[in-house]
């Protein structure tokens, strides 16, 4: 399972870095994504990174503002946020992925369900 951590208030325009640490497996060999999910709306994808060759993909609308990385020797995966924007408001969790395309294509569907944590909040106003 996940502890993701680094939540919290911000202004607009503020940057955040949200830690997701796994607790009892090791990370090495899974792909990991970040998922949010805001008031009355659904779970979504918002980026993953792959095991192997540590490539990254984004949402859409975030694309230029956060950055995924992952730091196996501390069994960690973060996501850099910049530029926050209100919309961005949500509860961030992390979880791995077991195939590659559902990584590549965000599949909320795809995460397996075990790694869930229970999640940050990250709360973007003036």
């Known amino acids: 399972q996940f502890v993701e951590s680094g939540g919290g208030s911000v202004q607009p325009g503020g940057s955040l870095r949200l830690s997701c640490v796994a607790s009892?497996?090791?990370?090495?060999?899974?792909?990991i994504g970040w998922f949010r999910q805001a008031p009355g709306k659904e779970r979504e994808g918002v980026s993953c990174?792959?095991?192997?060759?540590?490539?990254?993909y984004y949402l859409d609308s975030v694309k230029g503002r956060f950055t995924i990385s992952r730091d196996n020797a501390k069994n960690t995966v973060y996501l850099q946020m910049d530029n926050l924007s209100p919309e961005d408001t949500a509860v961030y969790y992390c979880?791995?992925?077991?195939?590659?395309?559902?990584?590549?294509?965000?599949?909320?569907?795809?995460?397996?369900?075990?790694?869930w944590g229970q999640g940050t909040q990250v709360t973007v106003s003036s």
């Open positions: 979880a791995t992925y077991r195939i590659l395309t559902d990584c590549i294509l965000l599949k909320v569907d795809g995460a397996d369900l075990d790694s």
């Open positions: 009892g497996f090791s990370l090495n060999y899974y792909s």
């Open positions: 990174i792959s095991d192997s060759d540590r490539r990254t």
